[in-house]
RNA sequence: GCCGCCAUCGUCUAGCCCGGUCAGGACGCCAGGUUUUCAUCCUGGAAAUCAGGGGUUCGAAUCCCCUUGGCGGUACCA
């Protein structure tokens, strides 16, 4: 078999969809099971529907996911001078660098590519000119409708129109399209990687538009064109391409083509079953990266999410570097799947849990900056030293990095509650005094040396003896004003003693 | 409408190819335990008559057929 040449093909028309990752993750796993090689590339022949800013975009979602190309479309600032690959900037996208001998990567840039090709279509009859107007087309389309058969083109220009009459609308620059001959009564088939033989009558297919009147070529051209001369060995792509496989096929052949391998994902559905759309929720990437997801924790998920390493794996976490090793695309499944939040939730969980102190600190900067009670906090609680200590009492309980500090303000902000929160269980004001003196006396003991979770943990707790309630609690909601809250250790630990002695002196006044 | 694809707990899934364990795991949910609260963690539980119906077979989630349902496509969008 040839060396595996895969790509990724998004469309600049917004950012990259959750979707798209998954489809950009299968095609970078087979890649590197296969030592293939992974290809970006970018269709943007929709000028419609062109979003500015969305080619650069897509880059940056497919880079914090760590999925790193070896061919195709860069961020200028990305290529280092060392390539040793043929490296060109872009002619359409400024910061946009393209890497490879195949280029260009961008279709915008191969426009007299596909119209040659196109041209050598109707040359060998395999397409044909089309001077129709949009009036024409769609009245042709509702008459079919009307008439319960399948909306097609009548093939009128390929029927009446003469070769005569072909040149002159060609040279008094006539508006026009070419459209694929599509043979009839051919029963075209293939073997999907994923779904096995699909076959369908040729009948039932349309003379698709190959070159749009506005000279940009249709994605069908262009992708198969782009395909072979890329020798791309295997499409990995959405099952919403399941039926125009064929017209592929047929353009294959047509061209004298090698035919490349087929592989056709499951779609992602909402919770609704529907094919999941902005209506349900985030579906960009980015909206992901800005939820406080770990990169790690949704390529996790969305590996999972239709592909199973298969029996004897109960495992649940996977590593980018386990699943390149162990990823099988015939393991990909046939039915879609459900995009499910619950479980990306705990997976990222899990996946905060392993980071490192100083790790967490570095990716939580950005969401702290984010919140008002922390920018409004003193100085002295916004130290890298101080932001660790409540990243590790948090740690365990986050879910997301944007929630960091949420469940914990009073790590940052005055804090104010009512004075019977103090009281555990039915303690009277005077035993809550004397207990707040007592763990004022203890705090007070320990000095700034020895002000280490552990000791002011033994310290505290031989203090308590065997009623730590009494104890505890009311020091807990001295310290935090709340009544859910980290132990009052880690409390104490965090505020330091100063900032805590404090906190105990006007519990303490309160009663 | 027409064409195509698909179908195991609420969700992600293992098992299906090579018929023969109470259909297994994870998330979520419920209960209990650890704990001064919350979270974590541990233990246990409920949860799929394998979409339905027919075959084939001693025996079917697994093989065959039909039905139903869902989804996708049906553009000078990708």
């Given amino acids: 078999m040839d060396k595996v040449r895969v790509r990724f093909a998004p ?113 060998k009859d395999k397409a044909y000119y089309c001077f129709c107007e949009q009036d024409r087309l769609d009245k042709v389309k509702e008459e079919k409708i009307a008439n319960k058969q399948a909306p097609m083109y009548d093939r009128y220009c390929l029927k009446n129109v003469t070769p005569e009459e072909v040149n002159g609308k060609l040279k008094s620059n006539c508006a026009y399209t070419i459209r694929l001959k599509v043979p009839a009564d051919e029963i075209i088939e293939f073997e999907d990687l994923v779904r096995g033989k699909v076959s369908i009558n040729s009948n039932t297919i349309d003379d698709q538009v190959l070159m749009k009147s506005d000279g940009f070529p249709t994605y069908h051209l262009a992708s198969v064109i782009d395909d072979h001369l890329m020798c791309t060995t295997h499409v990995i792509r959405g099952e919403e391409w399941l039926p ?135 100085k002295e609680m916004k130290t890298e030293e101080y932001l660790k200590k409540v990243l590790t009492v948090e740690q365990e309980r986050l879910v997301r990095l944007s929630d960091v500090g949420e469940n914990d303000k009073f790590f940052f902000t005055n804090i104010d509650y009512d004075k019977a929160m103090l009281r555990w269980k039915d303690m009277s004001d005077e035993a809550l005094k004397e207990s707040l003196e007592k763990s004022k006396k203890v705090l007070m003991g320990i000095d700034e040396q020895g002000w280490e979770l552990k000791n002011i943990e033994e310290k505290l707790f031989a203090a308590a003896g065997d009623k730590k309630g009494d104890l505890l609690w009311p020091l807990r909601v001295a310290l935090s004003g709340a009544q859910k809250s980290p132990s009052p250790m880690e409390l104490a630990w965090v505020l330091g003693k100063q900032e805590s002695l404090d906190r105990l002196e006007s519990a303490i006044n309160k009663i």
Wanted: proline share 3%.
């Fill in 11 to 123: 469309s600049p028309t917004g950012y990259l969809h959750i979707g798209g990752l998954r489809s950009a993750l299968y095609n970078y796993l087979f890649a590197k099971k296969n030592g293939g090689t992974f290809i970006l590339k970018i269709e943007d022949t929709d000028r419609k529907r062109f979003v500015e800013g969305a080619v650069e975009s897509l880059i940056s979602s497919l880079d914090w996911a760590g999925l790193d190309r070896d061919e195709g479309v860069f961020m200028k600032n990305q290529v280092s001078g060392s390539e040793s690959q043929k490296t060109f900037e872009s002619e359409n996208y400024p910061g946009v660098m393209e890497i490879g001998e195949f280029g260009p990567y961008i279709q915008s840039e191969r426009l007299n590519l596909y119209k040659k090709y196109a041209e050598e279509l109707v040359a």
């Fill in 244 to 378: 125009s496989t064929p017209k592929h096929i047929l353009l294959y052949r047509a061209f004298g083509w090698e035919i490349p391998e087929f592989a056709h994902l499951p779609l992602l559905l909402s919770t609704d079953k529907k094919k999941l759309s902005k209506r349900m929720g985030d579906v960009a990437v980015e909206d992901y990266i800005k939820n406080g997801y770990l990169k790690e924790a949704i390529i996790n998920f969305v590996a999972l999410l239709g592909w199973h390493p298969g029996e004897g794996e109960t495992q649940e976490i996977y590593s980018l570097d386990e699943l390149e090793k162990i990823f099988d695309i015939k393991r990909v499944h046939k039915a879609g799947a459900v995009f499910d939040l619950q479980k990306l939730d705990w997976l990222n969980a899990q996946y905060i849990k392993k980071m490192s102190v100083d790790e967490l600190y570095g990716q939580s900067l950005k969401f702290f900056a984010q919140k008002d009670f922390y920018n409004s906090a003193p």
